[in-house]
């Protein structure tokens, strides 16, 4: 079955850093590009960071970027958000998504709490 596994996530303080992973298995991992989603309390759900199935390009939400790297390991088939100068409004549930023949995947989520 396609499974993504989200781990990583914890209390950081601000200014902080964390690096989630993804650890995908089920599918042919390689082949699809990887997002990252991330939804706080009473918000929607909100795309931060997205890699090409071969790591070749990657886009960033305005919000995070300069502070936030998206990256992946093909042979690993695990894909990390290592994100620096955590702020509180980066709190939230961390997902990795996979669009595989039109449906989305996603992994259960990690909880990243970034202390006031």
């Known amino acids: 079955q396609v499974q993504l596994v989200e781990s990583g996530g914890g209390l950081v303080q601000p200014g902080g850093s964390l690096r989630l992973s993804c650890v995908a298995s089920?599918?042919?991992?390689?082949?699809?590009?990887l997002n990252w989603y991330r939804q706080a309390p009473g918000k929607e759900r909100e795309l931060v960071a997205s890699?090409?199935?071969?790591?070749?390009?990657?886009n960033y939400a305005d919000s995070v970027k300069g502070r936030f790297t998206i990256s992946r390991d093909n042979v690993k088939k695990t894909g990390y958000l290592q994100m620096n100068w955590l702020k509180p409004e980066d709190t939230a549930v961390y997902y990795c998504?996979?669009?595989?023949?039109?449906?989305?995947?996603w992994g259960q989520g990690t909880q990243v709490t970034v202390s006031s």
């Open positions: 089920g599918f042919a991992f390689s082949y699809y590009d």
């Open positions: 890699i090409t199935s071969d790591g070749g390009s990657t």
């Open positions: 998504n996979v669009v595989r023949n039109l449906r989305n995947y």
